[in-house]
């Protein structure tokens, strides 16, 4: 029988006798209180979570594999993976190195950045289902609306929404220069979304109440190339003024790629046609304010 063995003696021999981070800590107010005691509890129970809740699933991610039903376009994942989320989200994982005022813990991202070492060692697929809410959190926090950090933080901190990446599009590899995704204003501040992406990690699972999709799309009178390229955020489901989930957008997984090496977690292809989007870009340039 397989088994994971957290290396946190290796890790513990890194960050302590080799870099000695606590001592850069307390230079940062921020993690001035961050000891090394606080540093192992947390690399302890994180190698826990990893050698006994994501390690053992490997095992279900690729007998099983995720099913997308045709009809309701909704999809299941392999057993064990929703409540395996679950407890990551009940043991505050997601929340780890988030800021304090949306609920976060504030730790040091050296930290989680061993906990994902550990979980992406012991069990990649599944580590993929909360791992793309890291750079959804990331991308809104740093650039985002005061009104978009209220409504998406604290819910993507919490774990009670996962995020995602729609990037390129089946005629583009790599060259997102070349999509075709169209963002038409409405009038009232949101935008019509319409078009196809492929290579969405997680961007279908019956984890959360919804999911924060961060979108690349070009507005009609967008310059062609990468400079063309704005981001939008587009929540499977409308975000009502109290925080409330609304109406389903338009947004519908067709199929799940099949050539990949990991069953677990295929990355979806999706169509869409998403009548609300915020705007959050700058129409002459791809990821704004980023350099």
Known sequence: MPTYTPPLRDMQFVM????????????IPRYAEVDVDTVNAVLQEAGKFAAEVAFPLNISGQTGGCRLDPATHEGATPKGFK????????????ALSCAPEYGGQGLPYAVT?????MLNSANQAW???PGLSHGAYEALHAHGTDEQKKTYLPKLTSGEWTGTMCLTEPHCGTDLGL???????????????TGNKIFISAGEH??????VHLVLARLPDAPKGSKGISL???PKFKVNADGSLGERNAIYCTALSTRWASTATPPARSAWTA?????????????????
């Not at 302590?16 to 230079?27: G, I, M, P």
């Not at 009548?275 to 350099?291: F, H, I, N, V």
Request: aromatic share 20%; charged share 20%.
């Open 16 to 27: 302590h006798e080799v870099f000695h981070v606590t001592d850069e800590f307390k230079a």
């Open 83 to 94: 409540e395996a989320y679950q407890q990551y989200v009940q043991g505050g994982w997601a």
């Open 113 to 117: 950045q061993c906990l994902y070492e």
């Open 127 to 129: 580590t993929m289902y």
């Open 179 to 193: 999509l075709r995704t169209k963002a038409e204003p409405v009038g009232d501040g949101t935008y019509r979304i």
């Open 206 to 211: 019956g984890f959360t109440s919804n999911i």
């Open 232 to 234: 939008f955020v587009v």
């Open 275 to 291: 009548p609300w989007a915020p705007w959050w870009a700058s129409p002459t340039r791809a990821w704004p304010r980023c350099s």
